[in-house]
Every structure is written in structure tokens, then in C-alpha cells.
């Protein structure tokens, strides 16, 4: 009797000690453990490798929005016009000679004053703009006119790349002007057609140097 009895105690204590086992954790989530990985990234490339694994995943709404907000716009050019080559002057009639009587003390020579030239420049902000890449810009860059005495413009723009260096997109970031206003508005859409000319659009970066995107900073001061 008293063996049955311990016999019975053993059972129950093995018992107890089956309810009371930690059962195994669970098998990690890899769509969470993926997502949390990238969701804070600026990367639209990471989210569009997160919709080919789980194209109907918890998160492919956000990141779909997310692959159309960071990707780059790209700002088509406007198509150049022909130039037009200036009408030929007529000869300049002959000029008569001056009476000896009116020759008297030296003559004035007055020379026109020359236009006046508004002042544009391309600095570089960050990224791989060097003067090289500056240099190339500023001379497909055609600011349009503007005032005398008028405000300096300025602007900032992004200029977005791939792996060969050649121009994907422009974005204007910032700068000390309206878009409303007509003659801003024209200013910072040559600085952004300036790089997506065909003479500008493969840059002149380091080999290896990958796809990414700089930032420009554009000048232009009225003549006085």
C-alpha cells in the first residue's frame, strides 16, 4: 500500500512539472523581421525589394507609396531653338573728311558702355560635385534674364545618378525666392533643365563611384 501510494505521488509530480514548462518560443516573423529592416530608410530601391518578396504583405501599401514618394522625378529638358543668326549690317557710310579749319585740339573718343552682365555661378553643396562636374554644368547652364537692380537668386537643387554617372532626375530642394513669382519660377527651371541636357547628363565622377545624387547650389545676381 505504501508503495502505491508513492508511486501515485511520483505520478503527479511529473505531472505538475508537464503543466508547468516553458513552452518553446515562437519561429520569428521574416516579412517583420524584413520590414523592420528598411523602414526607416530613404532608399526607394529597399522598399520595391520588399514588394517582390511580398507583393501582397502587410506593409506593400506604405511601401508602395514610399518607392513613388523617393524616387526621383525626372525633369525633362525643353527642346532647344534654333538660333537665329543676326541679320548682316549695311556697310557704314564714308565718313568725310574734317576741314583742316576744323581741326583744332585733340579729339574726344568716347567709347558705349558695355551691357551689363548678370552674375551666375554653380557651387557645390554636397556629394561628388567637384569642379569638374560644376564646371560642366555652368556651361550648359542658360539663366534667363533679368532686371537691373534686382534681387540675387538662389537655389538649390538635387541632381540624382546611377551607377555609370549619368543623370537620372532634378529636384529643387531649396531656395531664397516664389515659385509664383514668373521671374524665379524661370530661374529655377533653367538650374533644373541646366543637368539634364545631353552635353551634361553623364557626369564626369570618379570610376566606382556609385549611383546617388548631388547637391547644387545655383547663383544669379542682376546686373546694377
Avoid at 507609396?65 to 557710310?93: F, G
Avoid at 569642379?131 to 532686371?147: A, D, H, K, N, T
Wanted: proline content about 15%; charged content about 20%.
Amino acid at each position: 500500500m505504501l508503495k502505491l501510494g508513492r508511486h501515485l505521488l511520483l505520478l503527479g509530480l511529473l505531472g505538475l512539472a508537464a503543466c508547468t514548462a516553458t513552452p518553446p518560443p515562437a519561429a520569428p516573423d521574416p516579412e517583420l523581421l524584413f520590414w523592420d529592416s528598411i523602414k526607416e530608410s530613404r532608399n526607394p530601391a529597399e522598399y520595391q525589394a520588399y514588394l517582390d518578396a511580398y507583393p501582397h504583405g502587410r506593409f506593400a501599401g506604405l511601401a508602395r507609396l514610399r518607392v513613388d514618394v523617393l524616387t526621383p522625378k525626372v525633369v525633362m529638358s525643353p527642346p532647344r531653338k534654333p538660333v537665329q543668326k543676326p541679320a548682316p549690317k549695311p556697310p557704314a557710310e564714308q565718313q568725310q573728311p574734317v576741314p583742316p579749319s576744323e581741326q583744332q585740339g585733340e579729339p574726344s573718343i568716347t567709347d558705349a558702355p558695355a551691357p551689363p552682365v548678370a552674375w551666375a555661378k554653380v557651387e557645390g553643396l554636397s556629394g561628388a560635385a567637384d569642379p569638374r562636374v560644376r564646371s560642366r554644368i555652368m556651361e550648359c547652364w542658360v539663366p534667363p534674364p533679368l532686371p537691373r537692380g534686382g534681387p540675387s537668386l538662389r537655389a538649390e537643387i538635387a541632381v540624382y545618378f546611377d551607377d555609370a554617372g549619368k543623370v537620372i532626375g532634378t529636384a529643387f530642394s531649396d531656395g531664397n525666392g516664389d515659385m509664383a513669382d514668373a521671374t524665379y519660377r524661370g530661374f529655377v527651371e533653367s538650374a533644373l533643365a541646366a543637368p539634364m541636357k545631353p552635353d551634361c547628363r553623364t557626369l564626369d565622377l570618379p570610376a566606382g563611384t556609385p549611383a546617388g545624387s548631388l547637391s547644387l547650389l545655383f547663383g544669379l545676381d542682376s546686373p546694377p
